[in-house]
């Protein structure tokens, strides 16, 4: 059983588009949702979160969306640049419990 | 200030050896993560420790030990390597504020290759 999802295991978009990578949860309980990104051969690191009493957080290029009554969020690239070519994880955490649920991940690539 | 460290970066196993692996922060932080990365799955907890001398089980503990004696350092242990344990190792580690954790900083990994 699943909690937190990533449909799409890749991405694949041109250099100044916009990029949307999109994640899903089950568990109710999850109030703090974060985006990593993870380049080959390194750790992740974090990019952007978001609490649940918010819908929306911006920062610089990306921006991460939260709808709550459909358990989804969703991260926006504007504009993408290849530097952007990374794996990009979603993460959701009771911050409660202390710790955090990853999706699968999602290959976002960026082409010049 | 170096973040999250680990030893060893590569390490190749026969089935039925042991080995530890050390974690390192160097940032008070009080929570400390082991994650294992198979190919084209996300991270899985393995353990975790919310403090000194606690840990607890996530969701892959089965075949691995932990402890965390001081406060900066997180050790995982495979007491008898087999090669489903064959994946990328990585520790995490992330502070506490008045509403739960916060983000966590990652190490740059340890892959484990079991023979």
């Known amino acids: 059983d699943q909690q937190v999802k990533q449909n799409s295991p890749s991405l694949s978009v041109q250099e100044g588009r916009i990029s949307i990578l999109n994640c899903d949860y089950t568990?109710?309980?999850?109030?703090?949702f974060l985006w990593y990104k993870k380049y080959p051969a390194e750790g992740p690191t974090f990019l952007i979160s978001?609490?649940?009493?918010?819908d929306k957080n911006e920062d610089g290029r990306f921006t991460v969306f939260l709808n709550k009554s459909a358990k989804h969020l969703s991260l926006h690239i504007v504009p993408s640049q290849p530097g952007d070519s990374a794996v990009y994880f979603c993460?959701?955490?009771?911050?409660?419990?202390?710790?955090?649920?990853f999706g699968d991940g999602t290959t976002l690539t960026v082409k010049p | 200030n170096a973040g999250v460290t680990q030893t060893p970066k590569f390490r190749v196993l026969k089935t039925g050896q042991s080995m530890t692996l050390l974690c390192a922060q160097d940032?008070?932080?009080?929570?400390m993560y082991w994650y294992r990365q198979d190919p084209g799955m996300g991270l899985r907890l393995i353990h975790y420790?919310?403090?000194?001398?606690?840990?607890a089980k996530g969701e892959v503990p089965d075949g691995y030990n932990v402890s965390r004696l001081k406060k900066q350092n997180f050790l995982l242990g495979l007491e008898s390597a087999a090669p489903s344990q064959t994946s990328v190792y990585f520790c995490?580690?992330?502070?506490?504020?008045?509403?739960?954790?916060?983000?966590?900083?990652f190490g740059p990994g340890t892959r484990l290759t079991v023979l």
């Open positions: 420790s919310v403090g000194e001398g606690t840990t």
């Open positions: 978001i609490s649940s009493i918010k």
């Open positions: 940032m008070n932080h009080e929570y």
């Open positions: 993460a959701a955490s009771d911050t409660n419990a202390g710790k955090s649920t």
């Open positions: 995490a580690s992330s502070y506490l504020t008045p509403y739960g954790t916060d983000t966590q900083y």
């Open positions: 568990n109710s309980m999850f109030d703090y």
